[in-house]
């Protein structure tokens, strides 16, 4: 299970990338555990003020729809 839905949250944020790559952003995944997905943004999205929203009303949830046990998206600051 813990697999399958890693095949599909990278499938979902590869989907997300081509509107996040248009504002001069990007995304990198970095892992899935205990049903949270930690993601790393680049470019323009990791500067924006409109990153929380980013992160929330789009990226969560979009991922929500296919995998209702999430409990959330968190930005890495590496």
Do not use: H, W
Request: charged content about 30%.
């Amino acid at each position: 299970m813990e697999t399958e839905n890693k095949m599909k949250i990278i499938e979902i944020l590869n989907q997300l990338r081509p509107y996040l790559n248009s504002e001069g952003g990007d995304l990198e995944f970095i892992k899935y555990e205990d049903d949270y997905v930690f993601i790393k943004l680049y470019g323009a999205c990791a500067t924006c003020g409109f990153q929380d929203y980013t992160i929330k009303d789009n990226i969560y949830a979009s991922l929500k729809e296919e995998i209702p046990s999430l409990k959330g998206v968190i930005n890495v600051e590496l």
